[in-house]
């Protein structure tokens, strides 16, 4: 940039800033109990799936290989895809929907950068100390104390992560068996891949970038205001009650020196994650953690003022008009997840455990084997989903005096699938034209497994 007093002389600016390192303070409180009981529960529940058992094999297995998604005793095969798609839809409109009613409460509490920033801080909290010792440790020089407190934090941190992408792949990969292919340097290079990869993404998200991802990377935070509205809860200061904020002494009536509830003290500052100033009124990048809630509640109890400076309230709360739960939007939302949600688990309380495909000979439309009538022919596919061998009879219906020239009868063993070729014969008086036919397959030794599929059966053209 041009010096406009000295010419031909130039100063230079950097047009890029680095982020300062964000040393959030640690806080105690009812929203801070919480977000430890989530990350406990969310973490515990992450790292301990994969190895529990169902029936003998891994509760929770997304088999990609083999096309098979185990999750207890529920098997999903690549047929199954609509369930997927379902969930997908009812996680993204229950996102909509408590996002309506309680603003980035997800972010704060059950998000997993959330939830593995707050693990790598306790144990950077837990072996470099406090806010103001890490501050200290940080910005004083190279001494044994510090590169040993580094150096155990790193391998903490290290650690956490390849635990994390061990675990992750645990959910592809029988669990047990990954461990023993590690463990002896014998896993494939895919395997070791992926393991290396989400550590190495675990490590840098919630290590390094922490509130970073939050700010910058995260699409949420810059949708989130179109699914807000005056009745959402939100994290909010009370001006009215906290302006003018300063500092002032316990016990000393505030009111008469002009002065609001705020005494400036930044502590809402100092515990936030994301380094923002919530005096300053909603930002996209409050993550709705609550701990400035936490943090001005105790400076309240301490200045003997009421709590709440701070606190979970809507915009129309804030100017003294009643809070609608209930209204159009979140009626909606709640309507479209009672209906997906209804029409899922019926759909998995209704569904058999066998699928039928029957498949058309389209090379040859007919033959005409003489007395016996038309054949057509046909290849059906049965797919047994169960985790048990059964056997089935097929049978077929549609036309007057139709039957199968096969064995009805056939074992498929427990999830695998069974293709076999058939012919259906039907008189030359019934088999005119095309005729809707209808295959009837149920098991032998549960007749509570029964499936129908139609299928077209070809003939002569009635003359």
């Not at 002389?9 to 040393?23: A, F, G, M, P, W």
């Not at 959330?114 to 910005?139: C, H, P, Y």
């Not at 049965?382 to 089935?392: A, E, P, S």
Request: include cysteine; charged fraction near 25%.
């Amino acid at each position: 940039m041009a010096d406009s007093s000295k010419p031909g002389q130039y100063e230079y600016c950097n047009l890029y800033r680095s982020e300062d390192k964000i040393y959030p303070r640690e806080v105690a409180g009812r929203f801070a109990r919480l977000r430890r009981l989530a990350v406990f529960v969310l973490l515990g529940l992450f790292y301990a799936m994969p190895w529990v058992t169902w029936d003998g094999r891994q509760a929770v297995l997304f088999d990609l290989p083999a096309r098979k998604f185990y999750i207890f005793g529920l098997t999903l095969w690549p047929q199954d895809f609509i369930y997927l798609a379902l969930l997908l839809i009812i996680l993204a409109v229950s996102l909509f929907f408590f996002t309506a009613i309680a603003g980035r409460v997800w972010c704060g509490f059950a998000c997993p950068q959330t939830v593995w920033t707050e693990a790598f801080v306790w144990i950077e909290q837990a072996i470099e100390g406090s806010r103001n010792q890490r501050m200290k440790l940080d910005r004083g020089p190279w001494t044994t104390d510090k590169i040993v407190k580094k150096s155990a934090k790193q391998a903490c941190w290290i650690a956490l992560a390849l635990y994390t992408g061990f675990s992750f792949v645990g959910y592809f990969v029988d669990v047990r068996e990954l461990a023993v292919h590690l463990a002896t340097f014998n896993a494939g290079p895919w395997e070791w891949f992926w393991v290396l990869f989400y550590g190495f993404a675990t490590y840098g998200n919630a290590g390094f970038m922490r509130e970073q991802v939050c700010k910058y990377m995260c699409p949420y935070a810059r949708f989130q205001s179109s699914m807000f509205d005056k009745d959402t809860l939100i994290i909010s200061y009370d001006p009215e009650r906290g302006e003018p904020r300063g500092p002032r002494r316990r016990g000393i009536d505030h009111r008469e020196k002009g002065l609001g509830d705020c005494i400036d003290c930044t502590m809402c500052v100092q515990v936030c994650p994301t380094g923002i100033d919530i005096r300053k009124g909603l930002q996209y990048e409050c993550i709705a953690c609550a701990a400035c809630i936490d943090a001005c509640d105790s400076v309240m109890d301490k200045m003997e003022y009421p709590r709440g400076l701070i606190r979970y309230s809507t915009e129309h709360a804030l100017e003294h008009r009643r809070y609608h739960l209930w209204r159009p939007r979140t009626i909606v939302y709640s309507g479209i997840l009672v209906t997906l949600f209804a029409a899922l688990l019926s759909s998995l309380l209704l569904s058999q455990p066998v699928i039928l495909d029957v498949i058309r000979d389209r090379n040859t439309l007919y033959r005409d084997v003489g007395r016996s009538g038309i054949e057509n022919s046909y290849t059906v596919r049965v797919v047994n989903k169960h985790n048990r061998d059964h056997r089935y009879r097929l049978s077929v219906t549609g036309l007057d005096g139709i039957r199968l020239e096969s064995d009805d009868e056939f074992l498929v063993p427990a999830e695998s699938v069974h293709t076999l070729p058939i012919s259906v014969t039907a008189p030359h008086a019934a088999a005119v034209g095309g005729n809707v036919i209808e295959f009837h397959l149920e098991s032998v030794d549960d007749r509570s497994i029964a499936v129908t599929e139609e299928s077209r059966f070809r003939g002569p053209e009635a003359r």
